[in-house]
């Protein structure tokens, strides 16, 4: 990457373990666009619940030559929504795990960063079909 991964803690002390995989899943991101000029990431606990758990927000902040991409990674709506019922089914669990884990809240942060990248490169190369509207098929047609 031409500049450093900027990275910020919110609400949380730093992490070198935590530090070093976002760097590694940073340097991933090259591999689909190489032409990147930023790369600023997030990692905040917005709450923490009653019993003791965190759950973990993830912000990617990427550049590129006229555009920037945003990733933002946080609780789903469902677990919450999981917790005030107080029922415990093993589908809410999983739906709710990402976010208690942050090295695999920073996983899928990143891959859904990979694949907004790739899009972005496809646009750019011209690799994204465009079809023709049927108004401009009769222009062509006349």
């Not at 609400?11 to 995989?21: E, L, Q």
């Amino acid at each position: 990457m031409r500049l450093p991964v900027q990275i910020t803690w919110r609400d949380m002390a730093p992490s070198k373990a935590v530090g070093t995989k976002i760097r590694e899943e940073a340097a991933k991101l090259e591999e689909f666009y190489d032409r990147m000029t930023s790369c600023r990431v997030t990692i905040e606990i917005p709450r923490r619940y009653q019993n003791g758990r965190y759950q973990f927000h993830v912000r990617i902040d990427l550049t590129a030559p006229g555009a920037e991409i945003v990733v933002n990674h946080e609780p789903t709506l469902h677990s919450s929504l999981q917790r005030l019922d107080g029922e415990e089914h093993a589908k809410g669990k999983e739906l709710s795990a990402p976010h208690k884990d942050i090295y695999v809240a920073i996983r899928d942060a990143f891959r859904v960063a990979r694949r907004k990248l790739q899009e972005y490169s496809h646009r750019q190369n011209g690799a994204v079909k465009h079809h023709q509207t049927h108004a401009q098929e009769n222009l062509y047609n006349n």
